[in-house]
T-cell receptor
Framework: LAKTTQPISMDSYEGQEVNITCSHN???????ITWYQQFPSQGPRFIIQ???TKVTNEVASLFIPADRKSSTLSLPRVSLSDTAVYYC???????????????FGQGTTLQVKP | NAGVMQNPRHLVRRRGQEARLRCSPM?????VYWYRQLPEEGLKFMVY????????ESGMPKERFSAEFPKEGPSILRIQQVVRGDSAAYFC???????????FGPGTRLLVL
């Protein structure tokens, strides 16, 4: 079971780029890296998923080095509405590490200030 | 395309009462998952169901909790004889296949007085 480690909290200001790094030293060959975002009082929302190198969508970019032991979620030009908890998961294409289960850690609480 | 629906959004129960939480998956999704989030904690997996089958209930407390996903209608998470420690947000997610992205509902916030 690949375990992930990410910072508990981060602060940023509006307009800045935010990079959240997740460590997953024991990632398996078939594992994908998936990120979810959770706003207060809402369910988690899928942001992005990748296997290697770089993935970009309308919300974020995901950078994965060649050894895949870590990954970095990059949020360009954050706004106050990006204040949320960001979870890094390692597992199959659904993000699960065990038969459909998503295993959420504590996540990274991002606070964006004006 | 409507997302995952959960109702009620808020539920207040007194100790000893029963709580029934409902989840309607996204259209075309036949896999349903329930998670619980205690205050100031991360989400914890409870149970994984397909239509009429429980696939994995390893995260569900052995007593008082049950879940079903009938052939017709929503998935139901049932908590009997609630206690204060059951107060939490309960989230339902669904996916089209097992190894596909899970989409979450808005959650049901249960408060046990």
């Amino acid at each position: 079971l690949a375990k992930t480690t990410q910072p508990i909290s981060m602060d940023s200001y509006e307009g800045q780029e935010v990079n959240i790094t997740c460590s997953h030293n024991n990632i398996a060959t078939n594992d994908y890296i998936t990120w979810y975002q959770q706003f207060p009082s809402q369910g988690p929302r899928f942001i992005i998923q990748g296997y290697k190198t770089k993935v970009t969508n309308e919300v974020a970019s995901l950078f994965i080095p060649a050894d895949r032991k870590s990954s970095t979620l990059s949020l360009p030009r954050v706004s106050l509405s990006d204040t949320a908890v960001y979870y890094c998961l390692v597992g199959d294409r659904g993000g699960s590490s065990n038969t459909g289960k998503l295993i959420f850690g504590q996540g990274t609480t991002l606070q964006v200030k004006p | 395309n409507a997302g995952v629906m959960q109702n009620p959004r808020h539920l207040v129960r007194r100790r000893g009462q029963e709580a029934r939480l409902r989840c309607s998956p996204m259209k075309g999704h036949s896999h349903v998952y329930w998670y619980r989030q205690l205050p100031e904690e991360g989400l914890k997996f409870m149970v994984y169901l397909q239509k009429e089958n429980i696939i994995d209930e390893s995260g569900m407390p052995k007593e008082r909790f049950s879940a079903e996903f009938p052939k017709e209608g929503p998935s139901i998470l049932r908590i009997q004889q609630v206690v204060r420690g059951d107060s939490a947000a309960y989230f339902c997610a669904s996916s089209r296949q097992e190894v596909e992205t899970q989409y979450f509902g808005p959650g049901t916030r249960l408060l046990v007085l």
